[in-house]
């Protein structure tokens, strides 16, 4: 992987924890493309977020979403004021290595897109992918950090981008491309 320029670096961090207790404006959703709740991520910020959230998915998406694509909805309860709701693939269904790692790039760069048409401060990432849609978390890692490196090059918004880290394994993936884990998201 290319190393990540500093005016760049600083604005990327990765803390290990739950990622539905960040205080930033806008955590993603590892979601499925019903958009109707599962597992994972998605049930964590559903629990944590309330029935509002299922019901504004089934009002706003009634086909709900392809992989690769996202849609932004309000946090309802949760601190994160949205919550972008990210498709990755499924690599159970996906063999192909390629199209899986396109339409990861794509769930993080359309993601991203979004904050940067709210011109949000900060968005918190979980791992996509990695858990039950089985993307090997060794490869997943690198495109995460150099597809969120190559967005922030070019755009001014979100200014600080942070990788919520759940697991042991992902935590020393991001200790090895991004250094020390941070405390704070609003450094
Ligand atoms: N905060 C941060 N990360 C979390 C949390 C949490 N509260 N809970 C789980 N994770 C991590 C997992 O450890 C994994 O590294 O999120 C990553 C993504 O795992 P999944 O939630 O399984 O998501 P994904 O692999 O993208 O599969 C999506 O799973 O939950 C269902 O409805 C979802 O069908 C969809 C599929």
Known sequence: ?????ENLRKRMRWL???????DVDAIVNA???SLRGGGGVDGAIHRAAGPELLR???EHCPQGVDYGQAVISPGFDLKARYVIHAVGPDCRRFRDEEQCAGLLRAAYRNSLA???EKQLESVAFPNISTGVYGFPKEKAAPIAVETVAEFLERHHFPRRVIFAVFDAENARLYRE???EETTETDE
């Not at 992987?1 to 320029?5: A, F, G, Q, V």
């Open 1 to 5: 992987m290319k190393t990540i320029p």
């Open 16 to 22: 290990r924890g739950d990622i539905t207790r960040l």
């Open 31 to 33: 979601a499925n493309p």
């Open 56 to 58: 504004w998915c089934i």
């Open 114 to 116: 979004l904050a940067a």
């Open 177 to 179: 491309l991004l250094g």
